[in-house]
């Protein structure tokens, strides 16, 4: 077999896909009454009561068009190829038969590659039997083909698009895991660092002084704790090997020190409310890196901004992060830059269990909103 067609059959259906929703209901509603009407004002089919019940019947078709693209179009377009020879008259002689063409670009949007082979020789079997029969002449079936074969082209552009988007947007989710698993590491290599200080120091006082032992030896458990704590709270979260930074990562109380980071630009104002001396590391620098990444993008895209307000605010369950701008309504913000922050920074907030909303306000302004978990619990 030629790899090429090897690796069209091999190719796998879209998934999940969508079964049915209101816009389904809605075209059902609008072409059984064309169909009908269009049967009625149309003296010059050969036999309308027949083509209008065809149809009506094959209507139901676009309701699985997506989960079972290929018996769709097998029983569609099947029963079109052969009633031309049964009938008096072609069904798709009807103008709101058309809708046949949404089958053609569901198989190619949502079926496998096999699928796609199988259901484009009932495709073309209909058209070639539509000629055969003289219900259409030569230039309406070169029009039917070129049809079919731009729904079953639109089809596989907009599936490798969504498919191009999807591995886009898969990316960016590992990165942010890598960054997570970093700001683990070096949490973690912070703690191990301060273990081996404190045994070094206390194998040194153990023979003068023995209670500086014990101490030592109860601040390297206490130390250890944390550190397993961190790991237990990010254990899903995957990474590449890197240097070990060993200083401390940013935490909630570096957040202040985003009002005075920027020279030019709107000012920016932080406001830190409640208790949050006692958060989890992974939960502080994560706090920090949101806060950071909603001023940078306010300072880039709010059109005409002068104020950025940041406010953290936590209670004994939960801490929120808050970061609006001034800037003017009406303008659209991209929802992920080059890296797509946006998505980077709902995945970090749901990787420790919490949510992260991003949207504009009712006058003017757009609001970033992140509430995590004091615990810092992993999703």
């Known amino acids: 077999m030629h790899p090429r067609l090897h690796a069209v059959l091999a190719e796998p259906r879209v998934s999940p896909a969508l079964s049915r929703v209101w816009r389904d209901w809605?075209?059902?509603?609008?072409?059984a009454p064309a169909i009908l009407v269009e049967g009625v004002l149309r003296p010059d089919l050969p036999w309308r009561v027949g083509c209008v019940v065809v149809v009506l019947a094959l209507l139901p078709t676009l309701l699985w068009r997506r989960t079972a693209p290929l018996a769709m179009v097998v029983i569609a377009f099947g029963c079109t190829?052969?009633?031309?020879?049964?009938?008096p008259g072609d069904p798709c002689q009807l103008f709101t038969a058309s809708f046949l063409v949404l089958l053609v670009y569901a198989l190619f949007r949502w079926?496998?590659?096999?699928?796609?082979?199988?259901?484009?020789?009932?495709?073309?079997?209909k058209v070639t039997a539509a000629g055969l029969v003289d219900s259409v002449d030569g230039g309406e079936l070169v029009a039917g083909f070129a049809v079919m074969f731009a729904a079953a082209t639109l089809g596989v552009a907009i599936r490798f698009r969504a498919a191009a988007r999807q591995r886009e947007l898969d990316q960016v989710k590992l990165l942010e895991r890598e960054r997570l698993a970093r700001d683990l590491h070096d949490t973690v290599a912070h703690h191990v660092s301060a273990m081996a200080i404190r045994a070094q120091a206390g194998i040194a006082a153990s023979a003068s002084q023995p209670d500086a032992a014990v101490e030592a030896l109860h601040t390297i458990e206490a130390e250890a704790s944390r550190a397993l704590a961190e790991m237990r709270a990010m254990v899903r979260v995957l990474r590449r090997n890197e240097p070990a930074d060993l200083g401390p990562n940013p935490q909630?109380?570096?957040i202040g020190r985003l009002a005075g980071q920027f020279r030019t630009g709107p000012t920016v104002d932080v406001d830190l409310r409640g208790d949050l001396g006692g958060l989890p590391p992974t939960v502080g620098s994560a706090l920090y890196r949101l806060a950071q990444e909603s001023v940078t993008n306010a300072r880039r895209h709010a059109r005409h901004a002068t104020r950025i307000e940041v406010s953290v605010?936590?209670?004994?369950?939960?801490?929120?992060?808050?970061?609006?701008d001034d800037g003017e309504a009406g303008g659209a913000r991209p929802t992920g830059s080059p890296g797509f922050g946006l998505v980077?920074?709902?995945e970090r907030a749901d990787l420790l269990g919490g949510t992260c909303e991003a949207g504009p306000d009712p006058d003017r302004g757009w609001t970033v909103t992140a509430v995590l978990p004091r615990e810092g619990v992993g999703a």
């Open 26 to 31: 809605a075209l059902i509603a609008v072409l």
């Open 81 to 87: 190829t052969v009633a031309p020879f049964v009938l």
């Open 111 to 125: 079926g496998s590659g096999r699928d796609a082979v199988l259901g484009s020789f009932f495709v073309v079997a």
């Open 252 to 254: 909630v109380a570096d």
């Open 313 to 324: 605010a936590a209670d004994d369950t939960s801490v929120c992060l808050r970061v609006s």
């Open 344 to 346: 980077g920074m709902k």
